[in-house]
């Protein structure tokens, strides 16, 4: 990282500006820091760092008659133009240009400020499988540069703060309080900084809840059936990861276990009450 300092001496009656500060520019591109003047002056001197009295820092001086004398500091990326603007060229780091008039004229400073372009986001959660009800998520929005700012989106809906939802770290983190299994996404985020933006892949939470209760459908849709012909029962429950049943008659197990009971021949024994029991591994 650098930064530069514009020493300008000016006699009295004279006058200059810098660009207002700061100026925005993209590493590695070309930038010139205008400088407007009125009235003659003694010298100009660049310096890479806020040293003037350290002659090693001197990046260059200018002297009235337009002579250019390298400093230290000086790497052949600087230029000075005829009207005394300071151009860099693939710079990589930041600049402070300060202007330091006569004793009865203000100084006056601008600051160069250098951004690389914002990667591509990632998104990473503190838990893949959070429990419905029970858990508590914290996603983290993660791009690598310099003063940026996120901005969150579900179901391509811009998230603010409210009820079971928290933004803080300057929106970088998103934290869903007690979570539901409509809180599964898609999530993304958009990165920005004052010279790109970027936004993330979709990412979904895999939310693990249920199994809510089974529901049993027979086929034919009949409960009176003839001695010889066959039934097919199935078993339905919403669950995540999904469930696995278990088949009882008249609350007794039947040692069968699966979505579906099949009876290809139905005897006078076969006659009850049919259940089915809903589980999953994680809830």
Request: hydrophobic residues 30%; proline residues 7%; charged residues 15%.
């Amino acid at each position: 990282i650098y930064s530069a300092l514009f020493l300008t001496f000016l006699v009295s009656g004279s006058s200059a500006q810098v660009a207002p500060s700061p100026v925005i520019a993209q590493v590695g591109t070309d930038v010139i820091l205008p400088v407007r003047y009125t009235g003659d002056f003694f010298s100009l001197v660049w310096y890479r760092e806020p040293r003037t009295s350290d002659s090693s820092y001197r990046i260059g001086l200018l002297d009235p008659n337009g002579n250019y004398f390298p400093g230290p500091q000086s790497t052949g990326r600087e230029e000075i133009l005829p009207n005394r603007s300071l151009v860099l060229t693939n710079y990589t780091g930041n600049y402070t240009v300060t202007i330091l008039a006569a004793s009865t004229v203000p100084a006056e400073t601008t600051e160069l400020k250098v951004y690389k372009p914002i990667s591509k986001p990632t998104i990473s959660s503190n838990d893949s499988t959070p429990m419905e009800f029970n858990d508590t998520v914290t996603l983290t929005c993660f791009a690598s540069g310099i003063d940026i700012s996120y901005q969150w989106w579900r179901d391509n809906q811009p998230v603010s703060s409210s009820g079971r939802w928290f933004l803080c770290n300057n929106n970088q983190t998103l934290t869903i309080s007690k979570i539901l299994r409509t809180d599964n996404g898609p999530y993304t985020c958009n990165s920005s900084n004052a010279i790109s933006t970027n936004s993330s892949d979709k990412f979904f939470l895999n939310i693990r809840y249920g199994p809510e209760l089974p529901k049993i459908s027979i086929s034919p849709n009949s409960t009176e059936l003839s001695v010889g012909s066959a039934i097919l029962f199935s078993c339905v429950a919403d669950s995540n990861p999904p469930a696995t049943f278990t088949w009882f008659l008249n609350n007794m197990s039947l040692n069968e276990n699966g979505q579906n009971l099949t009876i290809t021949k139905i005897q006078q024994n076969n006659t009850g009450n049919y259940s089915c029991q809903a589980f999953n591994s994680d809830t």
